[in-house]
């Protein structure tokens, strides 16, 4: 086997195997960070010998084997892990022939699952849970991770390089809480593999409007999750919002990179495979039980699948989603979602009355800057003829954002807003 066509394979089995592998060794050495340092080491073990010797029938056990002898070999050179080294019973398994090549691990299901837990724990800020998130979980180097979020790379590696230490500093425990931590905690979990597709399906800054590799990322985790935590409604219905998202990433951008609004978009272009993959995957995100209450990603996958049934813009049932709004605003007291309310009723009803619901919104200070409340009321303004008052709106929206094709577009509507003269 050819050196570059090793380095690929080992790559691609890294890609999908590193969480689970960094899953299983945090349950063994009890820290995330002394984990990934073992698992790289596998890796680099694997690029050395994979070229001379081929790759091996069962490439994942022979990175988890290669891995669980370098902690052994830790052990045996710190007194400390002896003891824990005679414990678990390790030894004589790590290094009982070559046949260990060939085992089948065990369900990593558990493992990976509490990988997830402690990645996202509510202790780390919110940018360390995503790079560490990205880096242990979806297997992405410190390099990718900060080129998809257009960050120096050491400002990432600080920031990964601080999660651990704060993980191990905090004594946070390799494990699933229960009750009502389990709870707070999976709302982290989700929030975070949310962010990461947000930041791909609309960057915050940069001149790309959009960045599909973060959005890839974000559906790989979002499966990952769906097959560890199978009866949690609300990681379903993250994944089917995801999902139905992503299938108008064709159809979100013009030929020059400027981003095309919704209802202007070709439906044609939609991925039809992709939205059939997210209605199935709604369908799971509905809990058990009589009169059951979708959650919040339960609803803005609803919302999505209203758009995704109709094959034209004129053909969306504004009415069901802005009752889906609705349901939203009451279950997360959201402005945002309420500004989305707004928007679905001007579809539905008109302008009028959906401007007044946006006017009530000015001082929520989530909306001051904002950038789509004052292109929203920008839009309704229009609609109503203040061409004036529309064209200013547009403008402060294009002031506050930093995402390059965005500011085009708002900027391309504030030019539209030239009053005619005489009205």
Known sequence: MGHTEARGAVEAVWRIESGRLVAVLTRMVGDVGTAEEVAQDALVSALETWPREG??????????TVAKR?????????ARFRDRLTELGREAALHDGQNQFDAVEDDYGDDLLRLVFVCCHPVLPVASRVALTLRLLGGLTTAEVARAFLLPEPTVAQRIVRAKRTLREKNVRFEVPAGDERDVRLASVLSVVHLVFNEGY???AGDDWMRPELAEEA?????????????EPEAHGLLALMELHASRFRARCAPDGTPVPLEDQDRTRWDRRQVARGLATLERSVPAGPNPTRGPYALQAAIAAEHARAPRTEDTDWGAIADLYGELVRATRSPVAELNRAVALSMDRGPRAALTIVDTLADEPAMERYPLFFAVRGDLLLRLGYRSQARAEFEHAAMLTDNGGERVLLQRRAR???????F
């Open 55 to 64: 790759t091996p029938r069962n490439p994942a056990a022979w990175l988890t």
């Open 70 to 78: 370098r902690v052994v070999d830790r052990w045996r050179r710190d």
């Open 202 to 204: 609309v960057a915050t």
């Open 219 to 231: 559906l790989y985790l979002g499966r990952v999750l769906v097959r560890i935590m199978p009866g």
């Open 416 to 422: 539209g807003c030239v009053p005619v003269p005489g």
